[in-house]
C-alpha cells in the first residue's frame, strides 16, 4: 500500500485537492477533521469529546485520531493506497504513524506539501464559512487559534519530514486548477 500525506495549513486546499487525487491514484481519503465531523453530528460519546476542542481551535487527543487512522488502514482493501489530510498533526502522531505502518513493515509513501500564507488561509476560510457552514470557520477567535496550533503543534513535522526525505512542497497560490496540475507532476515522480 502506498502512504501520502496531504500536509498544510488550515485552508490550504487540502479536502479541495484530495478528490481529484484519490480518482487519479486511486486512493482512499482520509480526513481526521472529517471523520471527527462526522462523529459529532452523529453526537456519538466520541463527538461529545472532540467538539470542544474543535471549537477552539485546538487538537484533539492523539490516540482519538490514530484509532481512527488504524482502523481504515485494517478495513480498506481495494485501493492501492491511502491519502491521509489532516494527519499527522505533531510529532507524536508522525512517530505513532511510523509505529503503526512499521508493524505491516510499511512506511509513509511521500508528503505533499501545500503551502500559503497566513493573510490567505483567513480569507480562505472566511469565504468557506458562507458556503459550508463548518462551525470552526465560524469565529475569527478559532480561526485565529488554528492558525497558532498549525504554527506550533504542526509545523515542525515539515523539519520531520525533511529529515527522512519524503517531504515536497508545493506553492498553494494560484488557482484550483494550476495547484492541481503542480501536485499531479510531483505525484508521478513518486
Ligand atoms: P481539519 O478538518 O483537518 O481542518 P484544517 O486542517 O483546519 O483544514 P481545513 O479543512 O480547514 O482546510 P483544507 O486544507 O482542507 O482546505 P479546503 O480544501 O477546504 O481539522 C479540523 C479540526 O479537527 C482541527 O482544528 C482539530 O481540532 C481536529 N483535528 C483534525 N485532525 C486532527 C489530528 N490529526 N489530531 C488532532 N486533532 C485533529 O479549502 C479551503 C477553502 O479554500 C475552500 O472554500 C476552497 O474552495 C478554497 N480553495 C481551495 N483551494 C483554493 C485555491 N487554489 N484558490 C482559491 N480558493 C481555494
Ligand atoms: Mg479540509
Known amino acids: 500500500m502506498k502512504y501520502y500525506i496531504l500536509f498544510g495549513p488550515p485552508g490550504a486546499g487540502k479536502g479541495t485537492q484530495a478528490t481529484a487525487m484519490t480518482e487519479k491514484y486511486n486512493l482512499r481519503h482520509i480526513s481526521t477533521g472529517e471523520l471527527l465531523r462526522k462523529e459529532i453530528a452523529a453526537g456519538s460519546e466520541l463527538g461529545k469529546k472532540a467538539k470542544s476542542l474543535i471549537d477552539a481551535g485546538s487538537l484533539v487527543p492523539d490516540e482519538i485520531v490514530e484509532g481512527m487512522i488504524e482502523s481504515e488502514f485494517r478495513t480498506v482493501r481495494d485501493v492501492a493506497g491511502f491519502l491521509l489530510d489532516g494527519f499527522p ?19 509513509v509513501t511521500g508528503v505533499v506539501s501545500l503551502m500559503i500564507p497566513d493573510e490567505t488561509i483567513k480569507e480562505r476560510i472566511r469565504h468557506r464559512a458562507t458556503i459550508e457552514g463548518r462551525e470552526d470557520d465560524a469565529r475569527e477567535e478559532t480561526i485565529n487559534n488554528r492558525i497558532v496550533t498549525y504554527h506550533d503543534k504542526t509545523e515542525p513535522l515539515i523539519g520531520y519530514y525533511k529529515d527522512s526525505g519524503k517531504y515536497n512542497e508545493i506553492d498553494g497560490l494560484g488557482t484550483i486548477d494550476e495547484v492541481r496540475s503542480k501536485i499531479f507532476d510531483l505525484m508521478d515522480r513518486f
Open 89 to 107: 498533526r505533531n510529532t507524536a502522531q508522525a512517530r505513532d504513524l511510523d509505529a503503526i505502518l512499521a508493524k505491516t513493515g510499511e512506511e
